[in-house]
Structure formats: C-alpha cells, structure tokens
C-alpha cells in the first residue's frame, strides 16, 4: 500500500458537501427517546383526593367557605345558596371585595366535574382567588 503526500501544488480544494450521517444518527436517538417518554408521560390512575399533607396555611380572620354539599346543594358558611344566586350572595357576603379568597369544601363523593363547574361559577361572579379546603391527614389517623 502506498500513499501518495504531494498533491501537486499549495492550493487546496474547498469541499462542498455536508455530512449529514451524524445529524441522521442524532434525529434517530432523539426519536427513540421521545417513543418511549411519550407513554410515560400520560396519566390513567384512579384518585382520591379529598385528604392532603400538605402543611396548612394560616386563615384570614374571616374566611368565606363555599362548600359544595353530596347532594350538589351550595352554602356559603351555614347559609344556603342556589346557584343561579351564588354571584349575588358572594357580593353580599364579601362586601364586593372581589380579592377575598374563597375556599371551597367539596365532600369526598362530589364529582370532579361539579366542584370544576362550581369554580368556573366563581370565576364567571369575578373571584379569581380560590383555595381547595381538605382534611389533614394527620387529623385523620
């Protein structure tokens, strides 16, 4: 085998081609990755939501309870409330301040959908800031 050092003159030839194998090689590792992480990150798991450990936060010294009864009847703190009142009954209740948080308390058998409509009911009457009311799980055992 022999090699061949003098090409002939100083000039050397530009080249015009990409190689493009190593972009092709990481386009392939990059599919890879994504097919398997993309079923992952799918969630289909039953939950029970209602108790939570995360540490409570303090109450301001008047809190506004929503509460979303089992059988889909509303109350703001012991009052009873219809729906289509639930805006007008907020306003009284808060003094039309509509940055008072409110807390919602769903009962454990309330579907997911009603207390997601009774939120949207809140968002439609102006009060943006909502907390979700569970029991401690510490209390609990």
């Given at each position: 085998?022999?090699?061949?050092?003098?090409?002939?003159?100083?000039?050397?030839?530009?080249?015009?081609?990409?190689?493009?194998t190593?972009?092709?090689?990481?386009?392939l590792?990059?599919?890879?990755?994504?097919?398997?992480?993309?079923?992952?990150?799918?969630?289909?798991?039953?939950?029970?939501?209602?108790?939570?450990?995360?540490?409570?936060?303090?109450?301001?010294?008047?809190?506004?309870?929503?509460?979303?009864?089992?059988?889909?009847?509303?109350?703001?703190?012991?009052?009873?409330?219809?729906?289509?009142?639930?805006?007008?009954?907020?306003?009284?209740?808060?003094?039309?301040?509509?940055?008072?948080?409110?807390?919602?308390?769903?009962?454990?058998?309330?579907?997911?959908?009603?207390?997601?409509?009774?939120?949207?009911?809140?968002?439609?009457?102006?009060?943006?800031?909502?907390?979700?009311?569970g029991?401690?799980?510490?209390?609990?055992?």
């Amino acid at each position: 085998m022999s090699v061949r050092l003098d090409h002939g003159g100083d000039v050397l030839d530009e080249l015009h081609e990409i190689n493009v194998t190593p972009f092709i090689d990481v386009m392939l590792v990059l599919l890879i990755i994504f097919m398997v992480a993309a079923p992952l990150a799918t969630v289909d798991i039953a939950v029970d939501l209602p108790s939570s450990t995360a540490k409570p936060q303090e109450r301001p010294d008047m809190p506004v309870f929503l509460s979303v009864k089992s059988d889909l009847s509303l109350a703001i703190g012991d009052e009873m409330v219809a729906r289509a009142g639930l805006s007008d009954a907020l306003i009284r209740t808060t003094k039309g301040d509509k940055d008072t948080r409110i807390f919602v308390r769903g009962d454990r058998t309330v579907p997911y959908g009603e207390v997601m409509e009774v939120m949207n009911l809140l968002r439609g009457a102006g009060f943006l800031k909502v907390a979700l009311v569970g029991l401690d799980k510490a209390q609990q055992q």
